[in-house]
């Protein structure tokens, strides 16, 4: 039975390049020890594996590696940007959007408990974000201002640069979430005018578990730690450094960097041979067609039940929407935002490609969507 994998979004394999450097951070022949140990050579090396690679990882996103603080994943790093701002204030206000990860959503829900007021914006019918609306929607008493830079489930690519240019004389912060940003456009912090973004590992060829929260240095940013326990990372993030996933996320690193135009370009063109193959087969284009990641085709099907059309694709590792909502039988809260109806919502589909995925790989997508689109219509 042949298996196609399309949901780079979700996650990426390990590259074998990341899988043996972690190797070599595990057992007793290799650098093993707790960086934090600074009593013997042992924690030296691992301590110095570490740095070098936070040093790798700034330079992933134009960041020094000061402001570099390792964390468990991008949901850590968005926990900690909101929460550990916030926690400087005793009220006020937040801007983020309708169609954030729920990384994003539960945690600024969870701050209205502690007082402070969310303005969701409400994407506009492309599914994008606009500086306009931010400016419209900001406060005297706004504090921090989250959105991500690639929608998780569209693959739209919020301007942030210019969302960063209506805070330019403003106090409030701004958030970005990049976990879908690193591996798929070239990302440089200061030229984005962000104050935090939040990075992973996995979505970019790297090891589930780990991630970072990029924090500009400035006296005017202070993020409370949320984690205690031995005032790791500056005071901001508490624990025992896995060594093994640091360098796996920096070897990661170091290959998109190396790699990053190609590919764009790959994915790019395996994006739009596969867009070709299904807009004859009367289909809706979520994802923005033109300021969209090279990797995202989100379509909607029309005339099929969404949950049997996707059961039915067996043979295609695809997604119904995000992977942290994969179980939920309810539409696609980001494609409902958009003004897509309930059915054409559950029957919407996201395919992402990636550094592995092949032509052959596209092309067979394309037949097995035809096939079955038939069987069911």
């Known amino acids: 039975m042949n298996l196609v994998y399309l949901d780079y979004a979700a996650t990426t394999p390990v590259a074998a390049e990341v899988a043996d450097i972690m190797a070599q951070h595990l057992t007793l022949e290799g650098n093993f020890a707790n960086p934090a140990s600074r009593s013997h050579r042992f924690g030296w090396q691992a301590e110095e594996a570490v740095e070098s690679s936070r040093i790798t990882v700034a330079k992933l996103i134009g960041a020094n590696n000061r402001e570099i603080v390792w964390t468990s994943g991008a949901t850590e790093s968005n926990n900690l940007a909101i929460k550990?701002?916030?926690?400087?204030?005793?009220?006020?206000?937040?801007?983020?959007?309708?169609?954030?990860?729920?990384?994003?959503?539960?945690?600024?829900?969870y701050q209205e408990t502690k007082g402070f007021e969310v303005t969701y914006l409400k994407p506009d019918e492309q599914g994008l974000i606009t500086a306009e609306q931010v400016s419209e929607a900001l406060r005297a008493d706004t504090r921090l201002v989250s959105l991500m830079l690639i929608n998780n489930e569209l693959g739209n690519v919020t301007d942030i640069k210019s969302i960063a240019k209506v805070l330019t004389k403003h106090d409030a912060l701004l958030h970005c979430d990049a976990a879908q940003g690193t591996g798929k456009l070239a990302i440089d912090v200061a030229d984005l005018g962000v104050d935090l973004m939040s990075i992973c590992a996995h979505k970019m060829y790297g090891p589930k578990g780990i991630g970072a929260l990029y924090v500009r240095k400035s006296p005017d940013i202070k993020v409370f730690q949320q984690i205690h326990g031995g005032g790791h990372e500056r005071g901001m993030r508490s624990g025992t450094l896995a060594t093994h996933q640091i360098v796996g996320f920096a070897k990661a690193a170091e290959l998109i960097i190396e790699r990053l135009d190609s590919e764009i370009a790959h994915n790019l063109h395996l994006r739009e041979r596969l867009w070709q193959g299904l807009e004859p087969l009367n289909v809706l284009r979520n994802s923005h067609p033109t300021q969209c990641s090279p990797n995202h085709l989100n379509v909607s099907f029309t005339g099929v039940d969404g949950e049997i059309l996707l059961a039915s694709l067996a043979q295609l590792a695809v997604s119904s929407g995000s992977a942290c909502n994969s179980a939920s039988i309810a539409p696609s809260y980001v494609l409902t935002a958009l003004g897509v109806s309930d059915a054409l919502a559950h029957a919407g589909i996201r395919f992402s490609v990636g550094r592995y995925t092949t032509e052959d790989d596209v092309d067979f997508a394309i037949e097995e969507v035809s096939r079955v689109l038939a069987a069911l219509r």
Request: with cysteine; proline share 0%.
């Open 84 to 109: 550990g701002v916030l926690e400087g204030f005793e009220s006020g206000h937040i801007i983020t959007s309708e169609i954030e990860h729920k990384a994003i959503l539960d945690t600024c829900a």
